[in-house]
């Protein structure tokens, strides 16, 4: 593992490492951010901090939620580390759309294990995000691996729902924005599931957070939200189809639904606060 | 002049402008925050907001400083207009510099009026950023004209500096973060100058804000942020020689040092909130 860059921000430190994956049999970066207390060096050696994961959307890499969302503030505050992993296997050997689309391949691994070839052989985001990732975190940087949170937008809010929803006893909370809720049931799952997995539908409910949710999942704390301008949210994002199978197993969730906000970043920063606040309540 | 984008943003609206410029002859691209109180219309059509005019670094456009700076937060509380112009004329038509540099030529403008051909027909971003956005701005949105503050970063704190400084009627309080302050001894400044202005230094030091400091300037409230890591202090920045100016002539200056922080946005990230806030002081 080496580090690829660092830059104070907010009192904490902002850090970008790259490794080679096992996982995905790829070089991968991954991006962190130590909150003030850790930089300061004011932790004693034995204490350990929660985490807060954050899985990026379509066509992002590990760095933009760190320049973007602006979510370092309240993280050094709340003494929280982020950390942000790419949104999909990456290099030269790793297969793409063949096409070159934004949706699928390259900058869209959808979290989960491909099992199809050629893609099966890299894309096993599923295993880097829940396994390989924090494994790394919990054994070089000072993470508490009790008290850790997931996070995600889009297709990374699929990803955060999805990894919560199987591994509630892996996460005290969950939260997303703008979530990829129903892959099945979009155009943007079904091209993914499609190659990633093949035809047989079956499989594909493992990877669905209506479908894992209709199961009648352990409740964690959950927080979604939803801009009312998102410019995917009748084609892609469907949220009623996750509100209502929340609703019929008796799944407690915080939906909040926002006038006048699109899909964007200025989206995520503006509530990005009210989330980590939310995580930061069940990770003391 | 044509809206190119809109996003909701901290209850207020991020835009994106683009329109021909009579100074640059070509067409400019601005961005503008309008915060909470104008978007959600609470506002009287009469009432008119403070506008802090952002001026950005090197390879910069309008849009950095308003998605990673993560000023929208604050500028929506206090109420203030944030404005961005791009750092240099845009197009097919604009000389760049002939080896395609960063530091010259498209995305260096220096905010100057340049007097050498070719560069003079298109590179007066000093016009552009003090007259023809400005009027822009006042005529097609409700601010207020006699309640300005300017900032910038790197090349957009020189601008900052040698803009509030020459203008102090036009602004009521100016800021930088880690700003070329004295571009006639730096790389950066030399370059750019002996192209855009000719080798007669004379005519250089209407753009030093070291030289128009020691001109004894009218004084306005001033902050400036400096970090202590920054790649580029020695070489290219060389904040003491501001420091001695300021002193020289007994202008009062708000300096503040910050160890471990470098050049870039994360720095600016960090301390944006006290900048606007010192800004926010003598704009009510």
Redesign the interface.
Known sequence: MERVAN?????GE?LRYKHQSTSLNCEMHFSLYLPHQL?AGTATQSLRFPVVYWLSGLTSTDENFM??A?A??VASELGLILVAPDTSPRGEGVPDDPDGAYDFGLGAGFYLNATRAPWRDNYRMYDYVTQELPDLINTHFPADADRCAISGHSMGGHGALTVALKNPQRFRSVSAFAPIVAPMQCPWGMKAFTHYLGEDQSTWRDYDAVALMQAGPRPLPMLIDQ?A?DQFLEEQLKPALFIEACSAVGYPVQYNW?P???H????I??FIEDHLRFHAQYLR
Not at 7 to 11: Q, V
Not at 264 to 267: E, K, L, Q, T, V
């Open positions: 830059s104070f921000c907010f009192g902002q930089a320049q973007k602006g370092q503030r801009g301008a926002r006048g906000y699109d964007g970043y200025f989206f920063a503006s």
